[in-house]
Structures are given as C-alpha cells and as structure tokens.
C-alpha cells in the first residue's frame, strides 16, 4: 500500500482510481465477456449439480462439478467483484484447470454489498462451508477441501483459511487491508466499520498455520501488489506455509487464466499446497 501520508494527500479522485481495476486493463470488458460466456458454456455442459442452497438467501448458492473419485481434493472457489458486482455462475470456467488434474470443485455465491455488510459476507462463507462439509459427500465431494478465490474472494480466501474443513488456500488479487477501501467509492456501498477493518483485514490478524499460496500479476494496481507481498511477508515471518506467486505480466483479468489453465501457473500450486497440508 502506499506511505499513510501519501494516501493523505491523495484526492478523492485519485483514491478511487487507485483501486478501479476496470479503469487500470483496457480490454477488461472483453475479459469478463469471454469468461461469463465459457462459463455459460461449461455450466451448460455440467447441468448435475447447479444452484443448490446452502442458505436461505436468494444468493447462498453452490454450483457443485464433482470428480470421478469421491475423496479427490475439491477447489472451493469465491469470485471477486469488490464484495459488491458479479455472480457465481460468471466463473465456472475457472476450475476447467483442476478439474481437468481429477479435481472436484465447489463455485460457492454470497450475498452483495449493500444487501449484506463485510461481517455478513464473511459469516456467509462460513456457513457455506459449514454446509459443503456436512453435505459434500452427499454430492460426491468428500475430499480435503482448498479454498480459493480472485480479487474480493481473495481477501474472503483469506479470511476462510480459519475454517476447520479447508486445509489449505490459494488467494488470488486480493486486497488483504481494507482502511484505505474506506476512502474510496467503495465503501459507498460497503459502508465499513472501524470494528469490520480491524478484524476483517487479513493483514491485522495473526496468520492462520494452515498452507496459503498469495498470488498477484506484476501488471496490477499497486496497492493489490503491496497487499499480496505483505500479506506474504507476514506469514512468512510467523513461519507460516505458501508460496508468493508473482505472475508475470498478468493483470487483474488475465490473473484468473492460470487456473482456467491445466498447466497454468495457479494450477500448478494446487498439488504442492495439498502436500503441505498433509506434513
């Protein structure tokens, strides 16, 4: 992130932009359209286990694309959308990668900003993993469980690490401190506590031991870079595991095609984060 006094100086303006992704990748429209359409597609293509509820909520929903193993490890995925756009079904298309290893997967939704406040959505990804714990076997998914997720999912990733049924994590394009969100257009809609900074901002908490690999495209926003390596630094001065993934040249929307990926860069640290977790 930057120096506290220089965010100070910075206007409004400026703030904003500082975090306005869309704005930072000129091509992010076509990005986004290309991989809601594929995953469309691969939706489509996997029609079995889709919408079921883990919660009340019109949006407490798991989208399930079980492996042929029923203990294969399962990718339990957040999207992004800065806890307040997209959905679960415009990124089904991610887990192609592990799944193409002999993954299972999970594409879990969650209530958006302002219908839901950050302690809200977080208290949902717990009970959406509350539920894929008791009822995953169910549905063909018994395996140990990796969570991950982009951009707000990553932060959520983070977060969820704490879960007793995930062993392990990849956290993509995440923002790990949210004082600054609250300084920017933002927080028109997530309306932040000082309380819901302190204990929701990854980089304000002890490090979970669990396995968490932080991962970051060189081209991103700076402070999505600063909070990747922090948040990296401070796990690893508490000896805790994960690997910091630079990917080179990536920028906030092509991040996510190393997962899309078999022998993507991201999909590639599934199995060495498994085998952490199982030291």
Partial sequence: MQNPADWGRLSRAERNAAYDNIAAVADSARLNAAREARSAAFRAAHP??????????????????????????????????????????????????????????????????????????????????????????????????????????????????????????????????????RDTVLNDKLLLTDAEIAVLSPLRLAPVAKPLAVAY??????PLVADSRELHALRAAAHAPGALVPVAGGNHFTIVLELQNPDGVLTAQLPPLLAQARR
Avoid at 70 to 82: D, N, R, S
Avoid at 156 to 175: D, E, F, K, N, Q
Avoid at 217 to 222: C, F, Q, S
């Fill in 48 to 181: 079995g286990k889709l919408d079921l509820p883990y919660g009340p909520a019109p949006r407490q929903r798991f989208d399930l694309f079980p492996a042929a193993d029923p203990a294969a490890p399962c990718l339990v995925f957040i999207h992004g959308g800065y806890w307040q756009r997209n959905s679960r079904e415009q990124f089904a298309c991610l887990i192609e990668g592990p799944s193409a290893r002999g993954w299972a997967a999970a594409v879990m939704g969650y209530t958006l900003a302002p219908d839901a406040s950050m302690t809200e959505i977080a208290a949902e990804i717990t009970a959406a993993l509350d539920w894929l714990a008791a009822n995953g076997p169910a549905h063909g998914i018994g395996g140990p469980i990796v969570l991950s997720g982009w951009s707000a999912g990553g932060h959520l990733t983070a977060l969820g690490l704490r879960h007793p049924a995930v062993v392990a994590g990849l956290a993509i394009s995440g923002v790990y401190e949210l004082g600054p969100i």
């Fill in 217 to 222: 495209g060189t081209a991103e926003l700076p």
